[in-house]
């Protein structure tokens, strides 16, 4: 999808959709293309056990419990990108309700320290249903000086 994207894009994921952006960036044509990476409440540094639990708070695990499993086997690989990335990152971060705590974005920032960090007050995990304005204020706010 990033070949069809002008060059220099920004790269923005959510949750899930986070992991698969970090994956997709393992490939250097894609990186090329890409101006940085915005993570929406997420991070590569996964606990399974503490993923498995949020996830069952707030849906239906059991019916995406193999998608689950093959994104926490992963965490090890998109870890490993993530601290190889030469590419400006953003994590935007709910406050209560999010999935993250302070360990989670210590271990982002350990692994790739030159990442922005964003809180969004008032906003749980699914920050654009949230504070949708907060959300775009803050990736535009941050990302304006990445083109």
């Given at each position: 999808?990033?070949?069809?994207?002008?060059?220099?894009?920004?790269?923005v994921?959510?949750?899930l959709?986070?992991?698969?952006?970090?994956?997709?960036?393992?490939?250097?044509?894609?990186?090329?293309r890409?101006?940085?990476?915005?993570?929406?409440?997420?991070?590569?540094?996964?606990?399974?056990s503490?993923v498995?639990?949020?996830?069952?708070?707030?849906?239906?695990l059991?019916?995406?419990?193999?998608?689950v499993?093959?994104?926490?086997?992963?965490a090890?690989?998109?870890?490993?990108?993530?601290?190889?990335?030469?590419?400006?990152?953003?994590l935007?971060?709910?406050?209560?309700?999010?999935?993250?705590?302070?360990?989670?974005i210590?271990?982002?920032?350990?692994?790739?320290p030159?990442?922005?960090?964003?809180?969004?007050?008032?906003?749980?995990?699914?920050?654009?249903r949230?504070?949708p304005?907060a959300?775009?204020?803050?990736?535009?706010?941050?990302?304006?000086?990445?083109?």
């Open positions: 999808m990033v070949h069809t994207e002008p060059p220099a894009s920004v790269v994921g959510a949750s959709g986070g992991l698969a952006a970090i994956a997709a960036l393992a490939d250097p044509a894609v990186r090329a890409v101006a940085g990476l915005v993570l929406v409440d997420v991070v590569p540094c996964l606990e399974p503490r498995r639990r949020f996830l069952a708070s707030v849906g239906p059991g019916a995406h419990t193999e998608l499993e093959d994104t926490l086997a992963q090890p690989r998109l870890r490993q990108v993530t601290a190889e990335l030469d590419l400006p990152l953003l935007v971060h709910g406050g209560n309700g999010s999935s993250l705590t302070d360990e989670d210590d271990q982002l920032l350990h692994l790739a030159h990442t922005t960090v964003r809180p969004i007050r008032g906003a749980g995990h699914l920050i654009a949230d504070q304005v959300l775009a204020q803050a990736v535009i706010a941050t990302t304006a000086a990445w083109r």
